[in-house]
């Protein structure tokens, strides 16, 4: 056996203190790198006359900072429900908003509009109404699928039903066609 020619080091050996040491500053470095972080991309890429551009994600309209064609007088305007989805298949998702006028008795009818976003704009903006209030009508199972809305509208036989309680139901949806919205109703939807 040949003998090294150089002595033993005693930094060779581990020990627990090269253990905590090591901890130490592999928790530093990332510690570290957590705070440090690099700059967000700003390149962009201009599509050229061929490439048509991915779809950007594009936050619905909200409702709440809608002027919607409603007078509720000195009461608030309520935002019972909301769903947005791509309903005219430009990219761009639209929210449907079912609004009444927070009246303090009786049940106060639904209006249920659509909205986009103006253009050049964030503001959301009115651009159809599938339920207008004055049709006395409450909304119940909304939302919006597949391009597609729904509902089930709750109505009333007569004049002299109370508006408290709605005595008939008719479940519809439409669907943007032709630049319009198309109000569909299946066959035995309505029910007293």
């Known amino acids: 056996?040949?003998?090294?020619?150089?002595?033993?080091?005693a930094h060779t050996h581990t020990r627990p203190i090269h253990w905590v040491a090591t901890a130490t500053a592999v928790a530093g470095v990332v510690a570290l790198?957590?705070?440090?972080?690099?700059?967000?991309?700003?390149?962009?890429?201009?599509?050229?006359?061929?490439?048509?551009?991915?779809?950007v994600h594009i936050a619905p309209p909200d409702p709440a900072a809608a002027e919607f064609p409603l007078e509720c007088g000195p009461v608030d305007l309520v935002v019972k429900k909301r769903a947005s989805?791509?309903?005219?298949?430009d990219g761009r998702p639209e929210t449907v908003a079912v609004v009444h006028c927070d009246a303090p008795m009786g049940t106060p009818p639904d209006g249920v509009y659509v909205l986009t976003r103006a253009a050049g704009s964030d503001a959301p903006r009115v651009v159809a109404?599938?339920?207008?209030?004055?049709?006395?009508?409450?909304?119940?199972?909304?939302a919006v699928r597949g391009g597609e809305v729904t509902?089930?509208?709750?109505?009333?036989?007569?004049?002299?039903?109370?508006?408290?309680c709605p005595?008939?139901?008719?479940?519809?949806?439409?669907r943007w066609?032709?630049?319009?919205?198309?109000?569909?109703?299946p066959s035995g939807a309505k029910s007293v």
């Open 129 to 142: 109404t599938l339920v207008d209030p004055k049709d006395r009508t409450n909304v119940d199972d909304f």
């Open 85 to 89: 989805g791509d309903l005219d298949g």
């Open 177 to 185: 066609e032709n630049g319009a919205f198309v109000r569909s109703v």
């Open 151 to 164: 509902a089930g509208l709750l109505g009333y036989s007569s004049a002299d039903v109370p508006s408290c």
């Open 33 to 55: 790198s957590s705070v440090l972080q690099p700059d967000a991309a700003t390149a962009a890429q201009t599509p050229g006359p061929q490439t048509k551009s991915a779809p």
């Open 167 to 174: 005595d008939v139901r008719e479940n519809v949806k439409w």
């Open 1 to 9: 056996m040949q003998s090294s020619a150089v002595p033993e080091l």
